[in-house]
DNA sequence: GGCACTTCTTGACAGTCGTCAAGACTTTCT
DNA sequence: AGAAAGTCTTGACGACTGTCAAGAAGTGCC
């Protein structure tokens, strides 16, 4: 238990907690990666050291045991991911752009970080079976049904007609196009990108028109 | 190698091997109780044979490695659900029979089988990091894609306008707003049964009608 | 340089895992 | 009845797991 630093030097103390804070981040990088390539079920401390630069006993230097690595590591998942699309509804001057924008970067998203997404699911769904991860899953998951509640009021806005559901329907939806295209992309599946492009910008447009 | 029967005598060589099929589904059965309780990730071998009335060796008598237990209960667990719905279909008189018939379905099913279907989800995520279980996963989400597109295709035919919708984005969709209701049933959120219910009826609704 | 403290490595621990082989028990056939 | 085939248990194996403690290596301060 070193993590609570000696003296009472101010200006080391912090620096050595700063240190101390990035080589958890860092870690936690090495653990995320090895965690998106071979799943929750199958990565152990020692693989994930194996693919930082260390060894397996500095893991328990930095924390506590897996269960704190992990959630550290959803953690950091998360605030690297929420604020994604964000700029999409800042920027975006109208409805058409917006819907666009939108479609493109989750095809986008898809293609760049599918490994990543995988993980997400995989951890989302651990949280079913296992109590340990889901208070944290869950805010995660209402952070990305607020993002997705933004694109979809504001594109409302935008398009001068009422959103015709509620954030959580509106973020269920997307996320069963998006898993669905991410099963289909990362099993070779040609076509995934275009279709989840397509099936987004349609699912925008009925969001926000009466039936 | 023993599954292999010996002799040439008709009668008792089928017996034997209905023996031997009957028996395999019992453990798939056992294995896929353990399974649906405690997820992949912490479901051993010996574990599944302390729910079954057999010792943990009896598993390589009939199964060649774990990998082919759990493909075997991946198939039993598919053939039990994708005719499910079927019978709504047939016996709907008008679509709002239909739709109201299929929700209800839909919340019955979360409300019975919601251990079962988080393993579902537990093993297609699977399907995202492993070669194993793809092909079988991929088979059973298209039966259940299939299913979820005759009731659809029928609502618009009893509407009497056509399904503005895909069938791969018929099943995304309701597939998205079934996995966050599980999701917010097992973590203790009351409403996730209505609003799934309300979710599906709603959704049915938007899929047949022109935006 | 010597000292206090942090950081990291190494090696071990108790436990679990999938797998398999030897043999006991049961059923079936002759 | 005895022989043969099928079925199941037991115990072991090597490998792997999370965890931890002892101590080496590195860092900064006097």
Redesign the interface.
């Known amino acids: 238990m070193t993590q609570v630093v000696g003296k009472n030097q101010e200006r080391i103390s912090r620096r050595q907690v700063d240190k101390f804070a990035e080589r958890r981040a860092q870690l936690a990088a090495s653990a995320l990666r090895t965690l998106s390539e071979?799943?929750?079920?199958?990565t152990s401390l020692r693989e994930i050291a194996q693919n930082s630069e260390f060894s397996h006993g500095v893991l328990h230097y930095y924390f506590r045991d897996k269960v704190e690595l992990i959630t550290y590591c959803v953690r950091q998942y998360k605030a690297e991911c929420v604020t994604r699309y964000d700029q999409i509804v800042i920027t975006a001057g109208s409805a058409e752009e917006l819907k666009h924008g939108f479609a493109t970067a989750m095809a986008g998203t898809l293609r760049e970080d599918a490994t990543m997404h995988?993980l997400w699911?995989?951890l989302?769904?651990?949280?079913?079976?296992?109590e340990s991860f889901?208070d944290d899953v869950?805010e995660i998951?209402q952070s990305l049904e607020q993002m997705i509640w933004r694109i979809v009021s504001q594109y409302a806005e935008l398009a001068g007609s009422p959103a015709a559901?509620s954030p959580?329907?509106a973020?269920?939806?997307?996320?069963?196009?998006f898993?669905?295209?991410?099963?289909r992309h990362?099993?070779g599946h040609d076509g995934a990108l275009s279709?989840l492009q397509a099936?987004v910008e349609?699912?925008l447009?009925?969001l926000v028109?009466y039936?």
């Open positions: 071979l799943g929750y079920a199958r995988r699911y995989d989302r769904n651990q949280a079913l079976f296992e889901r869950l998951d559901a959580a329907v973020y269920a939806l997307f996320d069963g196009l898993q669905q295209a991410l099963l990362l099993t279709d099936g349609q699912l447009e009925r028109t039936a």
